[in-house]
C-alpha cells in the first residue's frame, strides 16, 4: 500500500500551481518549487531586496499559489487551503525532497529540460521508494525514463492532469516499461480516492488518449467545415449537446483550450505520427495559424474563434469568419434536426436523432462522427487497451456525455456500417460482427474486448455503486416517471430522481413516502441520490408558472404543503436518511438534503436556496430550518441570536450557493456529522455506509415545540438594514419587500424576542409568505424572465 502525505510539485506555471491547489484539496501538504528570477522587480528593489533574499528566490512559486487563489472558478475548494502549500526554489530547496512521498514534475514540455531536471536535481535528493511523476501531456515517458536509474524507473510514470485540475475528471496514468504494476495500480486506487479522479491507463503514445481522439475530432470538424462551406457558429450548432458532446461543442472549446495550444497539439501530432493514416487531419490549416500569428489564441486574449463586445444594448456575440478573415454579428444558427433534439434528456437518443435527420447539420453530425468514431477504433490497441478506458477518457476529459463506442452503441451498430458503406467509407472487419459494443447479462454490464473477440465485465472499483446496473439487474422495487425506489443492498434502498434536470415533481414528493415507507418495512435505512448530471435543480418552475397564470393559488397551496409534508417525512422518518448531493443543488434539492439525518456530498457541490431568483422564498421547509437551526445555534453558544438569524436570512436572500461541499459547513447547511466524498463514484456508497452506521443506534426525532423566536426586534433591524440598501441602489424595492417577507418568518413572525413557537408554526408562516408572493406581478416576471432567459431578473 502506498502512504502519501506529502508532494512536492516542481514548475509553478498555471498547471503547477492549480495542481499543488488540488492536491492540498485532498489534505495533502505541498511543497511548490520553481526557477530563482534572474532578476528584480521594481517593487523589491524599492523594499530593498536582493536576488539572495529569500522572498525573492521563492517569488515565482508564491506568485503560482497566489494566483491559483484568486482565480475565477475557484482552484482551492477554500481560500485557506492554500496555507498547505509551502513555496521554495530548485536552487535551495531540492534537498527537501527527501520529505516528500510522491514529486510531481509540471515543468516547460521539452524533453531534454526534463531529463535534466531529473538526472541533475530529482534524483540525487529523491526519498528512497518515493513516487516519481511527470504531468508531460505527450512526451514518451520511455524517452523520459532513460535519464532514471533503474531503482527509480520502477516508480516512475506520468500523471497527466487535465485543466483546470480541481474540475476536470480526468487523468491519464501511463507508465514505463520498467513502472512497476503494483506501483501503477496503487497510484491509480489512490488518484481516484484521495484526489477523487477518472483514472484511465494509456499506453506511451504520442498525445495519449483524450487529447488524440478529442484534437482529432476537432481538427476533423474543420475539415468537415470546409468541405461543407459551414461557419464556425453552425458547427458548434451541430457539435454541442446535439451530439452528445458539451456546449463548447468544437471551436468555443479550442477558444477554452488556447489556439496556440491547440496548434501545438496539432503539429506535434503531425510530427509524432509518421505513420498514422489520418495523419493529414492534423495538418493545421492556413487560417488557424494566421489567427494564431495575429494573436487571436482563445479566451486568453479575449478573441479567438469567438469575441464579445459591450455595447449600449448589451454585450454581442461575434465568430470568426475565416473566409475573410473578419469577425461577423452571431446570426444563432438554426437546424431542423438540431431543434427536433433539444427536448430529448438522454444524449443516446438524442445523437440518434440528430444523425437520422436531412439537413445539412444533420449531414456535418454524421460525416464527422463517422469519422471520429472509426478513428477511435482503428487506434485500439495502440493508444489503450480496452474500449472502457477510451470511452472515460472522451467522457471526463472532454466532457462527452457518452463516449465514441457508446456512440457507436447509441447510432447501431448495423445502421452506422450499412450507412457508411454507402458513402464508399472503408469498415474495419469487427464492425461487420458486431451487434454492440456493450451489452447487459445476468444483471451485468460487458464491454467488448476488441483483443480477445469477447464480451467481459466492465471493472467496478470494490464497493462502488452504479445505479443503471442494479436496475437493470431488477433493483426497482417502485417507479414512476420521474423517480425510483432502488434496493441498493444490505437493507439501504435509494431513493433517485430522474425527471428533466432532475426538478422536483409531485410524483417525486409522493415516492418520497413510499420509499420512507418501504425502507422502514423491508430495511434499515435510505439514501437520497442520483447519478445524472446533476443532484437536482429544485422544484419544477414551469408548473408553478401554469398555476399562477391560471390563478391556480388553492393548488399551488396545495403542492406547498406536499413539498413540506414530504421533507418533514424525512425529518422525522423511523429509519435513517442521507443526502448524496453533486453537482447543483438548487432550491427545493438544498432543502431536502438539510432535511436528511445526514449529508454526504460529492468535493463539487454547489448548494443553495436561490429561490428569491424567482420572486419566491424557500417553503419546503427551507426558511423554517435555518430560523430552527439560529436558535439551536444560541442555545448551544448561550449568546444572542441576532448572528445566526441574520447570517442565516443572508443565505436566502442573497440566494448563496456554495462554491464547493466544504463551503457548506460555512454556509450552515453542513455540520460536523456530515461528510465529503471525493469521487463521484463513491458517493452512493459512501452515503450507503453512513445510513448503516446511523442505523446501528438509530433514534427519530419529532417535530420541535418550544422555540424561542427571535421576534419582530430582530425582524425589524433586518428590514432596516434592506431600507438602507435600497436607498443605496443595492436592492430593489421589490427585493426590499421579499426580504422583508423572508424577515417575518425566519424571525417567528410579529411576536416578541424569546416567545415559544412551533416547528409546524414556522411552517405555516412560510407557506403564507410563499403564497403571498405568488400574487405579486413582480414575482411572475421573475419566473417567466427565468423559464426564457435562463438567468435571474432584478426587478
Known amino acids: 500500500m502506498i502512504r502519501i502525505k506529502r508532494v512536492a510539485v516542481l514548475g509553478a506555471g498555471v498547471m503547477g500551481s492549480t495542481i499543488a491547489a488540488h492536491l492540498a484539496n485532498a489534505g495533502l501538504d505541498v511543497l511548490l518549487l520553481d526557477m530563482v528570477p534572474r532578476e528584480l522587480k521594481e517593487e523589491e528593489k524599492a523594499r530593498g531586496l536582493t536576488l539572495d533574499s529569500p522572498p525573492v528566490r521563492n517569488r515565482l512559486a508564491a506568485e503560482g499559489v497566489e494566483t491559483a487563489a484568486r482565480m475565477k472558478p475557484a482552484a482551492f475548494y477554500l481560500k485557506e487551503y492554500a496555507r498547505r502549500v509551502e513555496v521554495g526554489n530548485f536552487a535551495d530547496d531540492m534537498p527537501r525532497l527527501q520529505e516528500c512521498d510522491w514529486v510531481v514534475e509540471v515543468v516547460v514540455e521539452n524533453l531534454d529540460i526534463k531529463k535534466t531536471l531529473f538526472r541533475d536535481q530529482v534524483v540525487p535528493n529523491l526519498k528512497e521508494g518515493a513516487i516519481l511523476s511527470t504531468n508531460t501531456s505527450g512526451l514518451s515517458v520511455n524517452d523520459m525514463a532513460q535519464a532514471l536509474p533503474e531503482a527509480v524507473r520502477k516508480n516512475f510514470l506520468v500523471t497527466h492532469f487535465f485543466n483546470p485540475p480541481r474540475y476536470m475528471r480526468l487523468l491519464e496514468v501511463v507508465g514505463c516499461h520498467d513502472t512497476d504494476p503494483q506501483v501503477l495500480e496503487a497510484m491509480s486506487q489512490f488518484i481516484r480516492q484521495r484526489l477523487g479522479k477518472g483514472v484511465v491507463h494509456a499506453k506511451d503514445t504520442p498525445n495519449f488518449i483524450a487529447n488524440r481522439i478529442g484534437v482529432y475530432a476537432i481538427f476533423k470538424s474543420v475539415q468537415h467545415m470546409l468541405e461543407m462551406g459551414m461557419t464556425v457558429e453552425e458547427v458548434d450548432a451541430v457539435a454541442g449537446p446535439a451530439t452528445a458532446r458539451p456546449k463548447s461543442a468544437a471551436f468555443r472549446t479550442a477558444d477554452l ?50 469575441r464579445k463586445e459591450k455595447g449600449e444594448g448589451g454585450s454581442q456575440i461575434f465568430y470568426y469568419d475565416y473566409r475573410s478573415g473578419d469577425y461577423q454579428p452571431s446570426a444563432r444558427p438554426r437546424f431542423a434536426s438540431i431543434d427536433a433534439a433539444r427536448q430529448i434528456d438522454d444524449p443516446a437518443k438524442r445523437l440518434q436523432m440528430v444523425v437520422s435527420g436531412a439537413d445539412q447539420g444533420a449531414e456535418f453530425a454524421w460525416r464527422s462522427l463517422r469519422d471520429t468514431l472509426l478513428y477511435t477504433l482503428r487506434r485500439l490497441p495502440e493508444i489503450a487497451d480496452d474500449i472502457v478506458h477510451v470511452d472515460n477518457a472522451m ?37 461487420t460482427r458486431l451487434k454492440s459494443f456493450y451489452r447487459f447479462e445476468g444483471g451485468v454490464k460487458q464491454a467488448y474486448d476488441l483483443a480477445a473477440g469477447e464480451y467481459r465485465p466492465v471493472a467496478l472499483d470494490p464497493g462502488q455503486i452504479r445505479l443503471d446496473i442494479l436496475k437493470r439487474g ?42 420512507l415507507a418501504r425502507a422502514e418495512a423491508d430495511g434499515v435505512g435510505l439514501v437520497i441520490g442520483n447519478q445524472g448530471a446533476n443532484f437536482s435543480v429544485g422544484a419544477n418552475l414551469m408548473m408553478l408558472a401554469v398555476a399562477l397564470a391560471e390563478g391556480a393559488y388553492e393548488d399551488v397551496d396545495l403542492a406547498v404543503r406536499a413539498f413540506q409534508k414530504a421533507t418533514m417525512a424525512i425529518k422525522y422518518s423511523p429509519i435513517p436518511v442521507v443526502s448524496a448531493p453533486f453537482g447543483l443543488a438548487l432550491g427545493g434539492a438544498c432543502e431536502f438534503c438539510i432535511h436528511a439525518d445526514a449529508i454526504n456530498a460529492h468535493a463539487e457541490t454547489y448548494m443553495g436556496m436561490v429561490e428569491i ?124 419587500e421579499m426580504g422583508g417577507v423572508i424577515a417575518g418568518i425566519i424571525t417567528g413572525g410579529d411576536v416578541p424576542a424569546g416567545t ?22 413582480k414575482t411572475a416576471e421573475r419566473i417567466q424572465h427565468m423559464l426564457k432567459k435562463g438567468k435571474p431578473l432584478r426587478n
Not at 489 to 504: R, T, Y
Open 257 to 306: 483550450v488556447g489556439l496556440d495550444t491547440l496548434v501545438h497539439v496539432g503539429n506535434n501530432s503531425y510530427e509524432l505520427l509518421p505513420d498514422d493514416e489520418e495523419r493529414e487531419v492534423f495538418r493545421v490549416p492556413e487560417f488557424m495559424q494566421a489567427m494564431v500569428g495575429k494573436g487571436l489564441l482563445g479566451n486568453k486574449s479575449k478573441k479567438g474563434f469567438y
Open 395 to 431: 467522457r471526463w476529459g472532454f466532457n462527452w456525455e457518452i463516449g465514441p463506442f457508446e456512440m457507436f452503441d447509441a447510432i447501431g451498430v448495423a445502421a452506422f456500417v450499412k450507412r457508411a458503406q454507402q458513402d464508399g467509407v472503408e469498415i474495419p472487419e469487427v464492425l
Open 474 to 515: 431488477g433493483a426497482v422495487v417502485e417507479k414512476n416517471a420521474n423517480c425510483s425506489v432502488i434496493d441498493l443492498g444490505d437493507g439501504v434502498f435509494g431513493l433517485e430522481f430522474h425527471s428533466k434536470m432532475n426538478a422536483i415533481t409531485g410524483d417525486i414528493l409522493s415516492m418520497t413516502h413510499k420509499a
Open 613 to 736: 431568483g424567482v420572486g419566491l422564498l424557500p417553503a419546503g421547509g427551507g426558511t423554517k430550518e435555518m430560523a430552527l437551526r439560529a436558535a439551536r445555534m444560541a442555545a448551544t453558544y448561550g449568546t444572542d441570536v441576532s448572528p445566526f438569524v441574520f447570517k442565516f436570512f443572508q443565505n436566502i436572500g442573497m440566494a448563496k450557493v456554495s462554491m464547493s461541499a466544504a463551503e457548506l459547513y460555512e454556509l450552515g447547511y453542513m455540520d460536523e456529522g456530515d461528510t465529503i466524498s471525493m469521487n463521484a463514484d463513491r458517493l452512493i456508497a459512501d452515503a450507503k455506509q453512513k445510513v448503516l452506521a446511523l442505523a446501528r443506534n438509530y433514534r427519530p426525532g419529532r417535530p420541535e415545540e418550544g422555540v424561542k423566536a427571535a421576534g419582530r426586534s430582530v425582524g425589524a433591524s433586518i428590514r432596516s438594514q434592506l431600507w438602507n440598501l435600497q436607498q443605496g441602489g443595492f436592492v430593489t424595492p421589490y427585493e426590499a
Open 756 to 777: 415559544p413557537i412551533s416547528e409546524q408554526y414556522l411552517l405555516d408562516l412560510e407557506r403564507e409568505g410563499f403564497l403571498k408572493l405568488c400574487g405579486n406581478k
